[in-house]
């Protein structure tokens, strides 16, 4: 009979593989999600009668869907990728049901929208679903099964056969209704309506009975879908990486920087809009994001680099304009005024708390003046000093709300935002064949 290997979400599988590992999922994961997980495919009496230990069976990968989307996400998975891929997967289905009931001079079905279809998806949480095992194949059975779907007008779901059914509960039913995407397309269309879902990769029973390695099981962030983040400076660097591993740990792994452990390679704007011209010419396949500061020089240079045509797979940021900074202590010739620093002297320095390390009110100096601009570039006083304030955090000491990350936040979310779009993009409709290929 063999062993198969699943990727389950709350017992509904979205895609499997028998006697060999299929789709390596290790991208979706991290180390700590590996774990020993129930079995449907193991004899728990016979491990109890021989005594044996069923753990090395059981192990698996599994994490909570919500926490799983970030990783889809970044992996071009996002609510736009679904609808581009949902709304190609329905062409080429109607397409084949012209060329089919041409010959027959029948009606080609009316699809649902994608709208209608996630309103279908979030209005049926899958533990609201019934998951009795229903063995019969006759029509009361095959109505069980269908349960609370028996009534619906079914052929409007893409690939729906009457006939043509793995289904043995009403919970694998409305899996098959909506398993018509690539597997984690799926798993993000099911994430809003159940975030506290198990999803489960289980490798133990494929590598107990001999078909697999477990070597082969590693979670994993491939270095094609990992982005390279290039800033102005070492100090960039730093805050960032910190910020990713101590705020966003879930992701972090799909970040990678330019080393800096003995000093920055580009450093400076102009040198940073140097990097970003080579590369663009000599065709790096590499996700690259170069991120400027929100100050004169970082604008200056991010309209620079603006005249140039970066293919895809490159992006360029400034760091977020925030109110925050449209009324900050600003000191030059003229003396102490507030001011709006966005666009003039917001380094990345003042995304961090600046009340802490027992400074005076934070406040930023004047220094050069940018002739193409019209505008003067700020810098913010002490700024060393809370750069070393904040690299002493640790998780512990951001959860307990005593250092306020909100500025930060707003970085990572523009950076994080900004990579999954170029992920989206990346991705090729004319890529998406019909449903078999998962």
Same mark, same amino acid.
């Given at each position: 009979?063999?062993t198969?290997?699943?990727?389950?979400?709350a017992?509904?599988?979205v895609t499997?593989?028998?006697?060999h /590992?299929g789709?390596?999922?290790?991208?979706?994961?991290?180390?700590?999600? /590996?774990?020993?997980v129930?079995?449907?495919?193991?004899?728990?009496? %016979?491990?109890?009668?021989?005594?044996?230990?069923?753990?090395?069976?059981?192990?698996?990968?599994? =994490?909570?869907? @919500?926490? &799983?989307v970030? =990783?889809?996400?970044?992996?071009?998975?996002?609510?736009?990728?679904v609808r581009?891929?949902?709304?190609?997967? &329905?062409q080429n %289905?109607l397409?084949?049901r012209?060329?089919?009931?041409?010959e027959?001079d029948?009606?080609?079905?009316?699809?649902m929208?994608?709208?209608?279809f996630?309103?279908?998806?979030?209005?049926?949480?899958?533990?609201?679903?019934?998951?009795?095992?229903?063995?019969?194949?006759?029509?009361?059975?095959?109505?069980?099964?269908?349960?609370?779907f028996?009534?619906?007008?079914?052929e409007?779901?893409?690939?729906?056969?009457?006939?043509d059914?793995d289904?043995?509960?009403?919970?694998?039913?409305?899996?098959? $209704?909506? +398993?018509?995407?690539h597997?984690?397309?799926?798993? /993000?269309?099911?994430?809003?309506?159940?975030?506290?879902?198990p &999803?489960?990769?289980?490798?133990?029973?494929?590598?107990e009975?001999?078909?697999?390695?477990?070597?082969?099981?590693?979670?994993?962030?491939? =270095?094609?879908?990992?982005?390279?983040i290039a800033?102005?400076?070492?100090?960039?660097?730093?805050?960032?990486?910190?910020?990713?591993?101590t705020? @966003?740990?879930g992701?972090?792994?799909?970040?990678?920087f330019i080393d800096?452990?003995e000093s920055?390679?580009?450093?400076?704007t102009?040198?940073?809009?140097?990097?970003?011209e080579?590369?663009?010419?000599?065709?790096?396949?590499?996700?690259?994001?170069?991120?400027?500061? +929100?100050?004169?020089?970082? $604008?200056?240079?991010?309209?620079?680099l603006?005249?140039?045509?970066?293919?895809?797979?490159?992006? =360029?940021?400034?760091?977020?304009?925030?109110?925050?900074? /449209?009324a900050?202590?600003?000191?030059?010739?003229?003396g102490l005024?507030?001011?709006?620093? +966005? @666009?003039?002297?917001?380094a990345?320095?003042?995304?961090?708390?600046?009340?802490?390390?027992?400074h005076?009110?934070?406040?930023?100096? %004047?220094? +050069?003046?940018?002739?193409?601009?019209?505008?003067?570039?700020?810098?913010?006083?002490?700024?060393?000093?809370?750069?070393?304030?904040?690299?002493?955090?640790?998780?512990?000491?951001?959860?307990?709300?005593s250092?306020?990350? @909100?500025?930060?936040?707003?970085?990572?979310?523009?950076?994080?935002?900004?990579?999954t779009?170029m992920?989206?993009d990346? %991705?090729?409709?004319?890529e998406?064949?019909?449903r078999?290929?998962?």
């Open positions: 009979m063999g198969e290997i699943t990727l389950d979400v017992g509904v599988s499997y593989s028998k006697n /590992r789709i390596d999922h290790g991208p979706i994961f991290q180390e700590q999600d /590996r774990k020993a129930k079995s449907g495919q193991l004899d728990y009496d %016979w491990y109890k009668k021989e005594d044996e230990d069923p753990t090395p069976s059981e192990m698996a990968f599994t =994490r909570q869907l @919500r926490d &799983v970030p =990783r889809l996400e970044l992996l071009g998975f996002d609510l736009e990728r581009r891929e949902y709304d190609a997967v &329905v %289905w397409e084949e012209q060329s089919l009931l041409a027959e029948g009606a080609v079905p009316d699809a929208s994608f709208v209608d996630m309103e279908f998806v979030n209005a049926h949480p899958l533990d609201r679903l019934d998951e009795t095992f229903i063995s019969g194949s006759d029509d009361a059975s095959e109505a069980k099964i269908r349960g609370r028996a009534g619906m007008q079914l409007r779901f893409p690939f729906y056969r009457p006939y059914s289904a043995y509960s009403e919970r694998t039913f409305f899996g098959g $209704l909506i +398993n018509i995407l597997p984690y397309s799926v798993l /993000r269309m099911l994430a809003d309506a159940n975030g506290d879902a &999803v489960v990769w289980q490798y133990g029973p494929l590598v009975n001999g078909y697999a390695q477990e070597r082969e099981f590693v979670p994993h962030v491939r =270095r094609t879908e990992t982005f390279l800033t102005e400076g070492s100090s960039d660097v730093h805050i960032l990486k910190h910020a990713l591993e705020m @966003r740990p992701i972090a792994d799909f970040f990678r800096v452990s920055h390679p580009f450093s400076g102009g040198n940073l809009v140097k990097f970003a080579g590369l663009a010419k000599i065709d790096v396949q590499n996700k690259v994001v170069f991120v400027f500061d +929100n100050d004169a020089e970082g $604008l200056d240079a991010h309209q620079k603006s005249t140039l045509t970066l293919p895809a797979n490159m992006r =360029r940021i400034m760091l977020p304009e925030l109110d925050a900074f /449209r900050f202590p600003a000191e030059g010739p003229e005024h507030s001011s709006d620093i +966005n @666009r003039r002297a917001a990345i320095e003042c995304y961090l708390d600046l009340e802490v390390g027992g005076p009110p934070p406040k930023v100096l %004047w220094t +050069n003046y940018k002739k193409g601009l019209g505008i003067y570039q700020g810098a913010l006083v002490f700024k060393e000093s809370y750069i070393k304030e904040f690299l002493k955090q640790t998780p512990q000491t951001l959860r307990d709300g250092y306020d990350v @909100r500025k930060i936040e707003a970085v990572l979310d523009l950076l994080i935002a900004e990579c779009a992920a989206v990346l %991705w090729d409709p004319a998406v064949e019909l078999e290929i998962y």
